[in-house]
């Protein structure tokens, strides 16, 4: 029995990788732009930032979703432009499309692994991480993603109140006849 017990410990630490990273929890965003923060403060961000154009609000945005808003800025470098959308003012999403020139897919993939982990969804065209607070995502051709989960979530919910009640007003409106 004394050996057995050695014997196990040391089949254990051979069945750890030499060099075993841990991987750190899942950013809520890219550099200073992170989700939850507000408007006013994603703008000053953009102002100062290396890494988009932003010259101030525009003229004129049509969303069709109250409450919303959305800053769609030119990238420079290792972005081809960003889209940064809001809900009741606060960062809800972010979408990073990277210059192809400049990175590709692989080496995305690569970072994203090693830093994160093994993404939790994997297809040709999309790998994502994922926790409760927290979407990443990576797309072909070269686009990174941010969903706050939990609004994403009661988005999902009320979306689908809104259909049922939607649906409940049409089945009413057909009695009418």
Known sequence: MKVVAPLFFFILVLGVPMGAQTKVPLTSGFDTFQLGMPLEDLKKALKSSTFFVYDGDPDVTL????????????????????????????????????????????????????????????????????NSQVRLTLERPLSVKYLDMPRFLALQKSGTAQQALQNLTREHFLENF
């Open 63 to 130: 969303l069709s979703r109250p409450n919303t808003s959305l800053i769609d800025v030119t990238g420079i470098t290792f972005f081809s432009h960003g889209v940064f959308q809001f809900l009741d003012g606060t960062l809800y999403s972010i979408t990073l499309e990277i210059n192809p020139v400049q990175l590709d897919y692989f080496s995305m993939y690569t970072t994203l692994t090693k830093k994160y982990g093994d993404p939790i969804a994997l297809d040709p065209s999309t790998a994502r991480w994922e």
